[in-house]
């Protein structure tokens, strides 16, 4: 089977400015992504997608395999709030000639997922002929949330062990969210409408610290603790 990834790494980050380059234990925080799948023998091409050719010439500093391949973005497609899945829906005979195979999306954000994630995400796909998209458990039970209005605090839900007294963490149900390390679907569905990355997907479920996702200043540091004591 036919694979194409693409990572998306636009320059506009506004919280963390250049977020996708800055340096994560001695490379650029989107190398760590585009390596992951670079590795992968079943990748058969990795699209480095930014509006920055600057972050281009960076990223082939250390990624200098014939298979990766930049996607140029304009400033119209790159905006603060352009939707990746919009944007592949758009442009996906441009970025995708061939359309035959499947697509793999990476965000660069979340630089501990490794090959062997991918490909085992890769085995799901085929062994299901469905959608996939990684998660992650929430790390603390969602049945506990609770909302502020007017100062006042309200349960989200409505079994909420904030009114039942029930607050015993071994009772509460076990909650999973998108990681954005990992989807996986057949690139002719970008040719309909498509609502989501999710819709008839199946989950591919990753650990916490693999999951890590890079938002704050804060997140390098734990991430780069992390990388750290793993190769130390």
């Known amino acids: ?17 250049h977020k996708n380059i800055k340096m994560l234990a001695g490379k650029p925080l989107a190398v760590w992504t585009l390596e992951a799948l670079v590795n992968s023998d079943r990748i058969d091409r990795v699209i480095f997608s930014t509006d920055s050719i600057a972050y281009w010439n960076l990223v082939k500093e250390y990624v200098v395999l014939d298979k990766l391949v930049l ?23 441009k970025i995708f000639a061939d359309q035959n195979g499947s697509f ?6 979340v630089p501990l997922r490794k090959t062997h994630h991918i490909n085992e995400a890769l085995d799901l796909y085929e062994t299901y002929s469905k959608a996939v998209f990684s998660a992650v458990q929430y790390n603390f039970p969602i049945s506990f949330a609770f909302k502020i209005i007017n100062d006042d605090w309200q349960p989200i839900f409505d079994e909420s062990p904030l009114k039942t007294g029930n607050t015993r963490s071994q009772d509460q149900v076990r909650s999973y969210h998108p990681n954005g390390a990992i989807y996986i679907r057949p690139i002719k569905d970008l040719n309909g409408g498509l609502p989501s990355l999710y819709t008839d997907a199946i989950p591919y479920i990753m650990n916490e610290i693999d999951s890590t996702d890079i938002d704050k200043e804060i997140d390098f540091l734990f991430a780069e603790s992390i990388l750290k004591t793993i190769f130390l």
Not at 1 to 17: D, E, I, Q
Not at 71 to 93: F, M, P, Q
Not at 104 to 109: E, H, I, K, R
Request: charged content about 35%.
């Open 104 to 109: 793999v999306l990476a965000l660069p954000t």
């Open 1 to 17: 089977m036919k694979y194409t990834a693409f990572v998306p790494a636009r320059s506009g980050s506004k919280r963390l400015p």
């Open 71 to 93: 996607d140029l973005r304009d400033s119209e497609d790159a905006g603060d709030k352009v939707k990746i899945l919009d944007y592949l829906k758009k442009k996906n005979k």
